[in-house]
């Protein structure tokens, strides 16, 4: 990539979802925010490095599937992140 | 003494009027000191008495980027890009911005938070953001 790359609509989407997570997990106990953090940030860093990003369809579905999951995290019940872990 | 005993004789004979105190006062500021009102109408709408220097947000815009920790804090200046200068990606960009939040307990819509990509950028955005603490 010589010159940067105008952000596109999925990257916007897929830096909102992480701001969306981040935001959420400020709202959680300190040590569990840790947690959130750390995990979150894994996930993505791991997609962004072995997802091919030009492979929509799949990243559609990362898309959806991290939506899905920021909506469970935003209940307050919900501390946990069990369902972030199931991979591979 | 003189003005304890004439106040409740004042006191009955004022009348008033039910219209919101906050410009009666400034008016009556206003007829002791001729800026008092203009001032009072010109201050920018915060919680907060004094705003922020542009000095202070300079500062602590650049203590959060010296301490996220994949930023070399040598290579913090006011000028600084996050990506060209700074090696950060997009990602870390977003924990960056976020941090920036937090630290002068903003919230910045994604529309705009998109836009920060460098320190200039992201120092003018607090330094105008009225509600920034």
Redesign the interface.
């Known amino acids: 990539m010589a010159s ?1 790359p105008k ?1 596109s609509g999925i ?2 989407q897929v ?2 979802l ?2 969306g997570f ?2 959420t997990a ?1 709202l959680k106990a300190p040590e569990e925010r840790r947690r959130i953090e750390s995990v979150v ?1 894994a996930e ?2 791991d997609n ?1 490095r072995n997802v091919d990003r030009r492979n929509f369809v799949y990243i559609e579905y990362l898309l959806r599937r991290g939506k899905r999951q920021l909506e469970q995290l935003k209940n307050p019940d919900i501390t946990g992140l069990a369902t972030l872990e199931v991979k591979k | 003494m003189a003005a304890a005993a004439l106040r409740p004789a004042i006191l009955r004979r004022i009348r008033l009027s039910p219209s919101p105190s906050l410009p009666f006062a400034a008016s009556a500021a206003a007829a002791s000191h001729p800026h008092a009102l203009v001032r009072w109408l010109a201050r920018p709408m915060s919680s907060h008495d004094a705003h922020l220097t542009r000095e202070e947000v300079v500062d602590r815009v650049l203590d959060v980027l010296k301490s996220h920790p994949k930023v070399d804090p040598s290579k913090v200046t006011p000028e600084a890009h996050f990506e060209k200068d700074l090696g950060l990606d997009s990602l870390d960009t977003v924990e960056v911005v976020m941090a920036i939040e937090e630290e002068f307990k903003l919230e910045i819509p994604d529309k705009e938070a998109d836009k920060i990509d460098s320190l200039p950028l992201a120092i003018e955005y607090v330094a105008n953001h009225p509600m920034a603490g």
């Open positions: 940067r952000i990257q916007k830096l909102a992480y701001r981040l935001r400020r940030s993505f860093r962004a």
